[in-house]
């Protein structure tokens, strides 16, 4: 219960600072994802041993950040970034409820219950901001939203499989509750350049 009082504490810090930060725009914007690149960069290279495979994240991380700031310069970034959020506590939430079968021996944490809440979730978000901007929602936009969340969990996943290779519990102790910043944007990371290029095809109906 400790361990949740502080979640909840540093997100309710941490969100509107974060929101404060990308709705700033201009030199904050480009402040606060410099901020959180160089901490991801430094987790993550406390986190692997091998040097290709620090190579590759850091390729891989400056792709993931270049596409959320391109991304953040639009409203449409609180989308990829709410359906990540949502698809997180769903599956907390559903997950602590429901518990059940693990989905894979990566993450033990993970369960198959928590893996619906997540989609559930998203989708009820969707709802909520289709609503909110007062648009229509077309199937692409649904379809859309379950690959995010598809993704953002996979790449909680992925981060999970790093950690359990490092034999570490959290990528940092920068964030109370939560552990490192890369726990904290695992999904994010992999979500943001998976909508980017989504978006490079005009997939979506505007």
Known sequence: MSNLIKRILSSIILLPLSLYFILSGSYYLIFFTLICFFISIYEWYKMVKKIELKLLGTIF?????????EIS????WSFVFLV?????????????LFKGPRLTKISPNKTYSGMIGGYFLSLIFLSSFMG????????????VTILISTVSQIGDITISYFKRLSKTKDTGKIIPGHGGLLDRIDGMIFAFPFFYLIELTDYLPQ
């Open 61 to 69: 991380l400056i792709f993931s950040f270049y596409t959320f700031y």
């Open 73 to 76: 310069i639009t409203y449409i």
């Open 84 to 96: 990540c959020i949502s698809t997180d506590i769903g599956g907390y939430i559903f997950g602590k």
């Open 132 to 143: 909110w901007i007062n648009q229509k929602i077309y199937v692409e936009w649904f379809i």
